[in-house]
């Protein structure tokens, strides 16, 4: 059974931001479904809809969290229910 949540990463260009945020989805079984990035006047901007049916939220949550703080990005993990009710998609 899918389970369905919503990736997003904000915060000045640099490289390897994808490769470090793949390679932990990689790492924690996370399929990506969808994605959607862009570089604007040097923000980087990236979303995406994943699939955690092999993961462990609260551990890749974490995961994420520390990374953002290595990479000085936010990355927002959401469930896909949780964002579809607060952006009221």
């Known amino acids: ?16 931001i994808i490769a470090s945020v793949t390679r932990i ?21 990236m979303t995406m809809l ?7 939220f609260s551990e890749l949550k974490s995961t994420l969290d520390a990374l953002a703080e290595r990479l000085g990005v936010q990355i927002n993990l959401q469930r896909e229910e949780v964002f579809k009710f607060m952006y009221r998609l």
Do not use: C, P, W
């Open 1 to 16: 059974e899918m389970k369905k949540a919503v990736i997003s990463i904000l915060g000045t260009d640099r490289k390897g």
């Open 25 to 45: 989805l990689y790492e924690h079984d996370v399929n990506i479904l969808d994605i959607s990035q862009t570089i604007l006047q040097g923000t980087f901007t």
């Open 50 to 56: 994943v699939d955690l049916a092999g993961a462990e």
